[in-house]
């Protein structure tokens, strides 16, 4: 059974910073790249980051040299360090494979709101 259980989020002032972390069931976890997407309101779910079984990591340009992304296999872990946020950030973040679609499972998602 899938199980994705974001958390960590909050309300922050710009230039604040957040650690997210996903929980993950091992079957999607062991195998896959994993991500964490984002959904500001109004807008379409994204991709911000994503990481490699084996550590390689990319970032959507919006995020890229304040986000780092990690994971601890042995956890089933997946991390998301959130430094200089900005208003822009606000959203639901969630974590999921990293070429997951609307119809795969998703978790609850965690609510980052970014005051300026």
């Known amino acids: 059974q899938v199980q994705l259980v974001e958390s960590g989020g909050g309300l922050v002032q710009a230039g604040g910073s957040l650690r997210l972390s996903c929980a993950a069931s091992g079957s999607i976890f062991s195998i896959n790249t994993m991500g964490w997407y984002r959904q500001a309101p109004g807008k379409q779910r994204e991709l911000v980051a994503w990481i490699t079984r084996g550590g390689y990591t990319n970032y959507a340009d919006s995020v890229k040299g304040r986000f780092t992304i990690s994971r601890d296999n042995a956890k089933n872990t997946v991390y998301l360090q959130m430094n200089s946020l900005k208003p822009e950030d606000t959203g639901v973040y969630y974590c999921?494979?990293?070429?997951?679609?609307?119809?795969?499972?998703w978790g609850l998602g965690t609510q980052v709101t970014v005051s300026s």
């Open positions: 999921n494979k990293a070429r997951a679609v609307a119809d795969d499972y």
